[in-house]
């Protein structure tokens, strides 16, 4: 395969794509699948075939507005339509060529204005099944020019210039990662996307597996090539079988194409990529949880150093990023690191995705330059909480996030602005919530999250996620005293300080976030025994000695 | 086994395996594995007890599966549990005496637009509420 093949490739379906009049995009994404859009698809083909109009019927990815789905879009014209049942097909249908169907329109302009679409460029425009889809938009493009016109260093160079940080949470800076992997020796390498989207609440990562998956591969292809690797490994959750199956087609399209194997574009440069199966659980995230779990063991994390960049998988050096991160990649390389590095904040660039769920008129997808304003991401993209309630709280990085309060929708969204206000960036899920959320409770499910995910290696997050739940199932029922409420604090620091990985060290943000912001709901829940939010279900008082702190030991 | 050449690295890629085929790891299937695989048994158990997804118990006929993520909780993931257990008289993660239904929650099934979402015999369904679901467990329980 050779630059001049690809451009082939992308002429002859863009040929193909030509020869009809209309596309018609149907979004095959697990929202709008689980309310019938493979019915619906088929009945837009059955409409199509009978009215004589040349349309081409496809099958795409996540479009965003999951909460109108099913989506459908007509191009050209790039109409929208909203809420589409198998029934309006033929309106559909005999509307090409005339004037929009007014009733399934959607007005959703203020939703996509904001928006800024790298990850997502091709979401909603290829068929994730075919790999000459994505050729057609530019895809292995980047491969290719890292292939034949740069040298590894030119590419670390490039990701170093658009300061690309990881988008799995922590925000560390890529290009400095592949340097220190590329630096470390060893004859063998490899190369590992962290697919193991554990965060609840988020699903931007199943997203673009899904949509877009030759996304990922080509990303993960370039970065083997920056370091020196020749084995890549795709850790996909077993919860996923969608994202396993569009993986495992594209993965085995790519070989076919010649894009993955031994020589690649008739060159030295040698890599393959293998699926990995998680099983349930959130640890694994962790990447020495992570690579344990490649091997074929229980995932606990081992304490760093050393760091998988210099002994990883097999006592390798590895390097292992986020399923976002390699979908940075291929348009850096595409249109230079500057280019990345002139969107989003200061210390932020580029683009995110997040998941926006919860109270909110318009959850799903959304992709937005770094350093927007959350006001913005709520109120104007997300269409603001449902008439009726009040926009209470905003909750990011899952359980190791924390919840910002509506006092602080002005910050820009960005790794050290989230981080200042208690929060982190997270993978990007965004959980809104309204004034029926009660933010003791909200804590408490997080706290049992932390409990039942804890590996069970170091004490600190075994004992303390436990003891801490305890606490705040106390507080909760409205048994809790103030005292209860010093000893969580006091708890809280010293699990944040001494647990070994990232999942002990981060649980107690969403208490103590919490407790920054929503003090007084805990002080109603302990002295004036009562819920504001009425969640939470509060008995008389039990007395005092039944209910000793220390009952219950992990 | 064969596809992956016996390694022990691929314990997790077997066992998947073997549950999709069987619906779930009795002693007999676990033991198996671990010595085909050269593994010691004491790691093959513990790596099936160390991840959810892998179940000793034998699944009922149907399974509902509430998701427990954030957003489904936010929305009331909780009253559909409850709702569900008094139904059927069981805890989550338990099946019915006669064996027709198990109720199990998930960690995240990636469908948080649509919350809260349950899995009908793993189809999702989304923004689901409390009557509707009983009304699957009926039918399924009359079945």
Not at chain 1, 182 to 188: F, I, R
Request: charged share 20%; aromatic share 6%.
């Amino acid at each position: 395969m050779t630059i001049e093949e690809l451009e082939q490739i992308a002429k002859s379906v863009q040929q193909e794509n030509a020869k009809y009049e209309y596309e018609v995009n149907v979004c095959m994404d697990l929202a709008c699948s689980s309310q019938g859009s493979e019915r619906l698809r088929a009945a837009l083909q059955k409409a199509a075939d009978s009215s004589g109009k040349s349309v081409l019927v496809r099958r795409t990815g996540c479009m965003g507005p999951c909460s109108s789905g099913p989506l459908v879009r007509v191009d050209p014209e790039e109409t929208l339509y909203h809420h589409v049942d198998s029934g309006h097909a033929e309106a559909i249908v005999s509307s090409l060529g005339a004037s929009p169907v007014p009733t399934l329109q959607c007005d959703l302009n203020e939703h996509f204005e904001k928006q800024v679409r790298v990850v997502l460029e091709n979401a909603g425009h290829i068929d994730p099944e075919k790999i000459d889809d994505y050729i057609a938009r530019d895809g292995y493009l980047a491969l290719l020019k890292a292939l034949t016109e740069m040298t590894p260093n030119e590419v670390i160079q490039q990701i170093t210039v658009s300061a690309l940080r990881g988008r799995g949470g922590g925000g560390y800076p890529t290009g400095l990662k592949w340097g220190t992997v590329a630096k470390a020796v060893g004859d063998l390498k490899y190369v590992i996307c962290n697919g193991d989207e554990g965060d609840p609440g988020a699903f931007m990562d199943r997203s673009v597996m899904e949509g877009d998956p030759h996304r990922v591969i080509e990303g993960m292809a370039i970065a083997a090539f920056a370091v020196g690797a020749s084995k890549g490994f795709v850790y996909v959750r077993a919860e996923y079988p969608v994202a396993v199956a569009r993986l495992t087609t594209a993965i085995r399209d790519a070989r076919r194409r010649g894009l993955l194997g031994n020589n690649i574009c008739g060159t030295t440069f040698n890599f393959d990529v293998e699926i990995r199966l998680g099983a349930g659980a959130f640890v694994c995230g962790e990447e020495t949880a992570l690579i344990a779990s490649i091997e074929g063991r229980r995932g606990s994390p081992r304490p760093r150093p050393p760091y998988p960049a210099v002994s990883g998988l097999w006592g390798r050096p590895t390097l292992i990023n986020n399923v976002e991160t390699y979908a940075n990649i291929a348009p850096i390389i595409r249109n230079g690191g500057q280019w990345f590095a002139n969107m989003g904040s200061e210390r932020s660039k580029g683009t995110k995705v997040f998941a926006l769920t919860g109270k909110i008129s318009h959850t799903g997808l959304v992709e937005v330059p770094m350093g927007i304003k959350l006001r913005e991401i709520i109120e104007t993209i997300g269409g603001g909480v449902p008439a009726g309630h009040t926009f209470k709280a905003v909750q990011t990085g899952g359980p190791s996030g924390g919840c910002i309060p509506a006092e602080m929708m002005d910050i820009g969204v960005s790794y050290d602005a989230l981080m200042a206000a208690g929060s982190i960036m997270g993978s990007g899920g965004m959980i809104v919530m309204d004034d029926t959320s009660c933010m003791v409770n909200v804590a408490r499910f997080f706290i049992e999250f932390c409990m039942t995910e804890s590996c069970g290696k170091c004490i600190p997050c075994r004992a303390g996620t436990a003891q801490m739940h305890t606490l705040l199932t106390r507080i909760c029922n409205g048994s809790g005293t103030m005292d209860d409420l010093d000893l969580l604090i006091d708890l809280c620091a010293t699990v944040k300080e001494t647990s070994l990985c990232g999942l002990g060290q981060t649980a107690p943000n969403p208490v103590l976030s919490t407790l920054k912001y929503f003090r007084n709901e805990y002080i109603d829940h302990i002295v004036h025994k009562r819920c504001p939010a009425g969640v939470c279900d509060i008995q008389t008082p039990a007395p005092e000695s039944s209910n000793s702190p220390f009952e219950v030991l992990a | 086994m064969r596809k992956n050449g016996f390694a022990r690295y691929a314990l997790i890629e077997t066992l998947h395996t073997v549950q999709s085929s069987f619906g779930f790891l009795d002693d007999d299937a676990i033991r198996f594995v671990a010595r085909s695989l050269r593994v010691p048994l004491s790691q093959a158990y513990g790596v099936v007890t160390f991840y959810h997804y892998f179940s000793l118990k034998p699944p009922g006929k149907h399974t509902m599966t509430i998701c427990s993520g954030t957003a489904c909780y936010i929305k009331g993931a909780d009253k559909l549990v409850a709702a569900a257990e008094k139904r059927l008289g069981v805890t989550c993660g338990q099946t019915t005496k006669d064996g027709k239904i198990s109720l199990m929650t998930a960690r995240c099934v990636g469908a948080c637009s649509r919350a809260p979402v349950v899995l009908c015999d793993g189809e999702v369904a989304g923004e689901m509420a409390g009557d509707r679901m009983l009304e699957q467990l009926e039918r399924w329980a009359v079945e």
